[in-house]
């Protein structure tokens, strides 16, 4: 992946590695368009930093992803690179029914905002100089946490969709990256 010259659009961009991305990646010479659910951050973000554009998502609502979809494509056409790294990271307790409803929202958007925001976004990149889609998965893919079992379950799925992905892609010269922070 070429470092400076890109369009590049982060989810879960507000916080965390994600923020810490957008500001390196802003530093280096990047267009970057920072997604994410908290308005609150995002409207900091552009105070702090107006160069860098912000729009809402909610990566476990398919038509927030639609709606970014549109937007993105009308706002930033030259887009070429995506980072998906919204996620959620929740403990659950396996022999407690009430955590039922934290693995389901894992899973919507750690692993499915995740596919689809492939879905909506690849059409926009393949055969796109330079173009690259980078998904954020976890070291707890390889080495799971007991404490977060879904967490780690959505993040190893997403090792083998971005390896799917990677062959898929390949001839419409779209690069996959897998990030997998400790």
Avoid at 130 to 152: E, H, I, K, R
């Amino acid at each position: 992946m070429k470092t400076s010259g890109n369009t590049i659009l982060i989810t879960g961009g507000t916080s965390g590695i994600g923020l810490g991305l957008a500001r390196k990646f802003h530093e280096l010479g990047n267009q970057v368009i920072v997604a994410g659910r908290r308005e609150e951050l995002l409207d900091e973000i552009a105070a702090a930093q107006p160069s860098i554009d912000t729009i809402a998502l909610d990566i476990a609502d398919p038509d927030s992803i639609a709606r970014v979809r549109e937007a993105v494509a009308a706002r930033h056409p030259q887009l070429n690179v995506l980072i998906n790294n919204a996620g959620i990271m929740l403990p659950e307790n396996l022999l407690d029914p009430a955590s039922l409803p934290v693995a389901e929202n894992t899973i919507a958007t750690n692993l499915l905002g995740t596919i689809r925001m492939v879905y909506a976004f690849l059409p926009l990149l393949a055969d796109r100089t330079d173009a690259v889609v980078m998904n954020v998965s976890s070291a707890l893919a390889f080495v799971p946490w007991p404490v977060t079992p879904t967490y780690n379950a959505t993040k190893a799925a997403l090792h083998s969709f971005s390896d799917s992905l990677r062959v898929q892609v390949a001839d419409a010269g779209v690069q996959v990256i897998e990030l997998a922070p400790p």
